[in-house]
């Protein structure tokens, strides 16, 4: 026998439904009744949610970023790092680096230059600082763009092909700072002066955006020593930018900058601050990151 089912639905007060077997024209129990009641229900709010979801994504590009109007200049970070933005190290004790160098091999191995001999991903884009690199729009139809290529060796002791201890053994270590992806962004280099350091004012040059270093505490500043900077015009040179994306870029390599502290004083917690200069870079006070960072070093030494 075929038991029928009748759903009926009507207003008494407040709409109700009512579910019942018409064979025998019995209202079937209250739980069943309450359970479709509730599987129809969510059924449909579920339903309207996927709707607007996909509606939605119909209107946002796989590639470019729809609102890029409130992006925060780019964040300025380094390797190695730690919790608390501090290194202390004794340069007679291999144990107390052995982390610090570990991060910087790892961090530098894809810049090897035998990982970027692929003529379909990578191309040269000079040694020297030059203006940025167009590679069409985000949404034409190029494809995947090619990725300039950047050596290790451009940070010259740093980059732990002579030295695999990146200066940490001689008491001298080196940091390799880069500046955090940001689709589409390029940074402008300084237009005038006015708010960049006296001491700083050399570094500016064309097409690169300049990096300095300097003692956070004033009466610290004569036991900083002199800092070295490598890498292309010992900035990040424009044509490294703009950047496309995971999907059109996958093969990006970040310009970096390698920092060389090579004579600071012993058994002294020395508090040192890097910033980037551009017409598009500023700082905060509540990210710590922002176009800037700071960073404790101790060399310790019985």
Same mark, same amino acid.
């Given at each position: 026998?075929?038991? !029928? ?15 019942? *077997? ?16 509730? *599987? ?13 979801? $996909? ?15 409130? #992006? ?7 390797? %190695? ?34 990982? $970027?001999?692929? $003529? ?44 695999? @201890? ?10 390799? #700072?880069?500046?955090?992806?940001? #689709? ?21 040059? %064309?097409? *690169? ?7 956070? !505490? @004033? ?22 930018? %703009? ?51 700071? *960073?404790?070093? $101790?060399?310790?030494?019985?």
């Amino acid at each position: 026998m075929i038991i !029928k089912i009748e759903v009926l639905l009507f207003r008494t007060g407040s709409c109700c439904l009512y579910i019942f *077997v018409s064979e025998h024209h019995q209202f079937l129990p209250g739980y069943i009744k309450i359970t479709l009641f509730y *599987v129809i229900f969510y059924g449909c709010l579920a339903g309207i949610f996927i709707g607007t979801i $996909q509606a939605m994504l119909l209107t946002l590009s796989e590639y470019k970023p729809t609102w890029q109007d409130r #992006v925060a200049p780019p964040g300025l970070t380094h390797t %190695p790092r730690s919790d608390k933005a501090e290194l202390a190290f004794n340069p007679r004790a291999v144990e107390t680096f052995l982390a610090h160098t570990k991060a910087l091999r790892e961090f530098l191995d894809k810049y090897d230059e035998s990982k $970027q001999k692929d $003529q379909m991903k990578f191309e040269d884009c000079g040694d020297q600082p030059a203006d940025y690199k167009n590679r069409g729009d985000l949404d034409s139809d190029v494809g995947v763009r090619k990725a300039c290529r950047f050596s290790r060796a451009l940070l010259g002791p740093c980059s732990g092909l002579e030295d695999t @201890e990146f200066g940490f053994k001689e008491g001298k270590p080196c940091l390799i #700072v880069k500046l955090n992806r940001i #689709v589409n962004y390029r940074p402008r280099p300084p237009s005038s002066n006015e708010s960049i350091p006296e001491e700083a004012q050399p570094k500016v040059q %064309p097409n *690169v955006i300049p990096i300095y270093c300097t003692s956070k !505490k @004033e009466e610290d500043a004569d036991k900083i020593g002199e800092v070295k900077y490598y890498g292309i015009g010992e900035g990040f040179p424009l044509q490294y930018y %703009p950047y496309y994306g995971k999907k059109l870029h996958p093969q990006y390599l970040q310009p970096l900058v390698a920092l060389q502290f090579t004579n600071l004083t012993r058994n002294t917690d020395l508090r040192i601050e890097c910033k980037v200069f551009g017409d598009n870079i500023d700082y905060s006070e509540k990210d710590r990151y922002q176009g800037r960072f700071e *960073v404790k070093i $101790q060399v310790e030494e019985s």
